[in-house]
């Protein structure tokens, strides 16, 4: 008997091997039951695998899988309480909308369906095209279809592997809200797979950042922004401005930095790293929490805000903000969002500008890691992380979208 504080789905130990590549290193991983969780990484990280070996179409080189407190690790996939969503949808073309529905209790002999079917097409909100074919459907209702069919069933956990991969960018990020909907409402463990940090950000209760086939931090989305806990994940989920510093002192629950001769302040409990007088660490600021002014505007920056002069080498309108780009001492190019309520003229390429922010809004981390990973990792063609063009990186920045 699955109680409230059993996981839907526990990992202890599971990894995967392919000769001598491994795919997922051993991890232990608790899914809360009703939750909305997401497996968020690049192409490549092992996320679909984990996935997979929880559907049961990939059997574990070592560990196991338990749902709702059920050893699962040796059966096979249609013996699992589990249903999946790929991102082909995977619609039976001869069949109309209803009859997909149906297709899952046909088959397990259940002949008065009209109820549920009828149920669940009002779920996902396409009871007026139940007698259509999956080809007269747009991309975003042949979505729903699929959900709804997988949902019949009753699934203790459904398992979506990128479901919205193949729509355009306007109606992945309505579908994005659709999914959520469904999933609150009937309440049902959905682990979403995906390489879109917005997808996860927007639709998850609970993330699990993974690279290279290990879990890099697991939280919720605002946690892992505000709180990122490696360089990896400050720069995977966003835009971080990191700067390289030295500890000049301690005391007060404060680190006081030093870069290039600038003084920067940093809270103590927001440092990852354990360090003191003379040691490295790396400050993080995100780009839409710092303020641009001008230098002759310098003396009216409110005392006690972390600052930094710089000059601005290149800036690119777009839309509600203004990306800047700004060579400084401490850093050849720091980036900074400015909303575009009231635009200062002189904020332009070549204007020497002072950077400032509070410095309960910097993160730190430890200098021994690379400062540039997780910059690349979203760079596989996903159009939810392209073109500035079509985007807004200060609100993009803000659900955890590289700008």
């Not at 002192?249 to 927001?270: F, I, K, S």
Request: glycine share 10%; net charge negative.
């Amino acid at each position: 008997m699955t109680t409230p504080k059993t996981p839907a789905v526990r990992l202890t130990g599971i990894s995967k091997r392919y000769g001598s590549f491994t795919a997922v290193h051993p991890l232990d991983l608790a899914v809360p039951a009703g939750s909305f969780f997401a497996l968020l990484g690049a192409s490549g990280c092992g996320k679909t695998t984990t996935l997979r070996m929880i559907a049961g179409l990939e059997d574990p080189t070592a560990g196991t899988v338990q749902l709702g407190g059920q050893d699962v690790t040796a059966l096979p996939p249609y013996k699992r309480p589990v249903n999946t969503v790929f991102q082909n949808y995977a619609l039976f073309p001869h069949l109309d909308v209803y009859e997909n529905v149906a297709f899952g209790l046909r088959r397990r002999g259940i002949k008065s369906v009209k109820k549920q079917v009828g149920d669940m097409l009002e779920l996902v909100q396409l009871g007026s095209l139940a007698r259509r074919k999956p080809h007269q459907l747009s991309g975003g209702q042949q979505q729903r279809v699929a959900v709804a069919r997988a949902l019949i069933n009753e699934p203790q956990v459904l398992l979506l592997d990128e479901p919205l991969g193949a729509l355009d960018l306007k109606l992945r990020r309505q579908m994005q809200l659709e999914l959520k909907r469904i999933q609150t409402e009937v309440g049902i463990t959905f682990i979403h797979v995906t390489h879109d940090q917005e997808e996860a950000m927007t639709m998850a209760d609970t993330v699990a950042v993974m690279n290279a086939g290990r879990v890099e931090q697991l939280g919720d989305p605002a946690d892992l922004y505000e709180n990122p806990g490696s360089t990896f994940v400050a720069n995977f989920l966003g835009t971080s401005n990191l700067i390289e510093t030295e500890v000049a002192g301690t005391g007060d629950g404060l680190l006081r930095l030093t870069a290039a001769g600038q003084q920067l302040t940093l809270p103590a409990a927001r440092c990852r790293a354990e360090v003191g007088a003379g040691d490295r660490v790396l400050a993080g600021v995100r780009p839409e929490k710092m303020t641009l002014a001008h230098r002759d505007d310098e003396d009216a920056i409110p005392a006690g805000r972390n600052r930094i002069p710089g000059r601005i080498v290149d800036s690119s309108f777009i839309g509600v903000s203004t990306q800047y780009v700004i060579d400084s001492p401490v850093c050849p190019e720091l980036e900074v969002f400015v909303p575009n309520v009231e635009r200062d003229g002189r904020l332009v390429p070549g204007a020497p500008v002072v950077l400032h922010w509070n410095p309960e809004h910097t993160f730190g981390l430890d200098a021994g890691q690379d400062i540039d990973a997780g910059i690349d990792a979203g760079a596989d063609g996903d159009p939810g992380t392209g073109p500035r063009s079509e985007q807004d990186p200060a609100r993009d920045s803000a659900k955890g979208v590289p700008a």
